[in-house]
């Protein structure tokens, strides 16, 4: 416990160097991009400032919300719909989560409107991220989780604040969701670490609470408090580790998050608003005949298209998740690759991600045949995935065969599922030691994939889960590797 206060001391004074450090290095402006998401989120947070309330549209003086030039071109008349809007007092707005709107909004009312301090704060919260892996590191894995943590942290930040890198997606300029849901994930692990230790029902009320508002700050986090809700079921039910008291107490602190917007926004709209009104055409736009193209977004198959298949009279009467399977019942041959394609897009920019995965069905594979010359073979190919992913970490343009090879997400997940049945036959899943926590966030993200679309934006947030949970495997790895070779080689009984 000593021991972990001095290193979380550390951790602070790392953040203040690092912040020091990579702060110095960006060119951050004072303006939001006139595009996109931003244009919703910027415009409301003013209005919150301002003293308009929750409302969409261009309130005040268009100059007063900073708004400069534009990623891509909005519809050519959005600002002339906006100021009439604004003349109306600004529309209720239901169609995205509340969390990061209200996050930026209490920034402009603290400091005035400054889309420069929040790029800051929010920048601040990345580098917290990074600077406390060495302290989630040791607290999950003790002494090689501490090298892990100060590894990976690094690795971390310098990929986030390399705007040029293609997973980064260059956010650390703009007023998005991606830094407050990474704060979000990471204050989820270390409420977890805290909850591991007392699981009293203030803190299990406390972490109910912060399921919620996960849920809040973006619906892409809408599998989180469900999955955790299920964990602690199995530690009820199965393990016997828990009371039935604590999972009701869990939910109780989801649900008393989550109400109060809930009958806001169902009381300003005149219908039942749970979070928001966004998962209709996310659906439709995610799974379509267009998806097939690539597994991305396509609002050309839904939203934008009167024609839809969604659209015909006689599916109204059916739930929305029904009317995907029936969209997939009449086109059967496209359900495999259009789920395929989504993963590949989504997970193709994360070299990490597929480092973890290697590491993780290498040492299934290894541990379930117990086989000494089967190791060493195991080992080999291994090594030699990870100098592909090494070599070739992105999308390779003009080499059609290196990019497939490079960026075999798909077949690394379908060769996971193998192995984790493999393990769970053999009872050795015990042998994957990734805390609780971030299986959790990486199969939310992972059910948000195939249920909607493939969305780098979506896994960016959890990237440093990634180079976490890499760079520990990747120790173990080169220990076993090392260890293995040497027994072979250069002892009596190899």
Same mark, same amino acid.
């Given at each position: 416990?000593i021991?972990?206060? =001095? ?27 006139w ?20 409302? =969409? ?7 007063k ?9 909005p ?5 002339e719909?906006?100021?009439?809007w ?11 989560t ?25 920048n ?13 590191? #040791? ?13 990976s942290? *690094? ?7 390399? !705007? ?18 990474? /704060?979000?994930?990471?204050?989820? @692990?270390?409420v977890f ?8 029902? @203030? ?19 809408? &599998? ?7 964990y602690?079921f ?8 828990l009371?039935?008291?604590h !999972? ?9 998050s ?15 608003i ?7 055409p ?19 198959? #839904? ?11 006689w ?17 059967p ?12 897009y ?5 070299? &990490? /991600? ?30 030699l ?10 999308? %390779? ?14 077949l ?30 990486? %199969? ?19 990237? /440093? %889960? ?18 293995? *070779? =040497?027994? %072979? *080689? ?5």
């Amino acid at each position: 416990m000593i021991a972990s206060k =001095y290193l979380m001391i550390t951790c602070i004074c790392l953040t203040i160097v690092y912040s020091f450090y990579f702060l110095n290095k960006i060119k951050l402006d004072n303006t939001a991009y006139w595009s996109g998401d931003t244009i919703v989120y910027q415009s409301i947070a003013v209005n919150l400032a301002t003293g308009h309330g929750y409302k =969409y549209g261009i309130i005040e003086p268009f100059e007063k919300y900073k708004f400069g030039k534009g990623l891509f071109n909005p519809k050519a008349d959005l600002k002339e719909e906006l100021t009439d809007w604004g003349k109306e007092g600004g529309h209720d707005y239901f169609f995205t989560t509340p969390g990061y709107i209200l996050f930026l909004g209490s920034i402009y009312k603290i400091f005035g409107i400054s889309p420069f301090i929040a790029k800051v704060i929010q920048n601040i919260f990345m580098i917290t991220i990074g600077s406390f892996l060495p302290f989630i590191g #040791y607290i999950f894995w003790k002494r090689s989780g501490l090298v892990s943590g100060i590894i990976s942290g *690094f690795i971390y930040l310098n990929h986030f604040f390399s !705007l040029e890198a293609p997973g980064s997606l260059a956010v650390a300029n703009e007023i998005l969701t991606e830094p407050l849901i990474s /704060f979000y994930l990471f204050l989820m @692990i270390i409420v977890f670490m805290y909850w591991s230790i007392k699981k009293s029902f @203030i803190t299990t009320f406390s972490f109910g609470v912060l399921l919620g508002i996960g849920v809040l700050v973006k619906g892409s986090n809408i &599998f989180i408090p469900l999955l955790f809700l299920t964990y602690f079921f199995i530690l009820i039910f199965i393990k016997r580790s828990l009371s039935l008291a604590h !999972l009701s107490v869990l939910l109780s602190g989801i649900i008393i998050s989550i109400l109060p917007w809930s009958i806001y926004a169902t009381k300003s709209s005149d219908q039942l608003i749970l979070i928001s009104t966004q998962s209709k055409p996310a659906l439709f736009d995610g799974n379509n005949e267009y998806t097939v193209i690539d597994g991305a977004w396509h609002p050309e198959g #839904y939203i934008d298209n009167p024609n839809s298949f969604y659209r015909q009279p006689w599916l109204q009467k059916y739930p929305d998740l029904i009317k995907v399977a029936i969209f997939y019942y009449y086109h059967p041959r496209i359900f495999l690759p259009v789920f395929l394609k989504k993963l590949f897009y989504a997970y193709r920019l994360f070299p &990490f /991600f597929k480092i973890s995965l290697t590491l993780i069905i290498s040492s299934i594979l290894i541990n379930y045949f117990l086989n000494k010359k089967f190791k060493i073979v195991m080992l080999m190919i291994t090594l030699l995935c990870l100098i592909n992913i090494f070599i070739f970490p992105y999308p %390779v343009t003009g080499m059609p065969f290196m990019s497939q090879i490079s960026t075999s997400g798909s077949l690394l997940t379908v060769l996971l599922t193998v192995a984790m049945l493999l393990a769970y036959r053999k009872k050795i899943i015990h042998t994957i030691d990734i805390p609780a926590p971030m299986i959790i966030i990486f %199969v939310n993200y992972l059910l948000i994939t195939l249920m909607i679309f493939g969305y780098p934006r979506y896994i960016q947030v959890m990237n /440093f %889960v990634f180079i976490l949970v890499s760079v520990k495997l990747l120790m173990d790895f080169i220990k076993e590797f090392f260890s293995t *070779f =040497y027994s %072979v *080689f250069f002892t009596s009984d190899g």
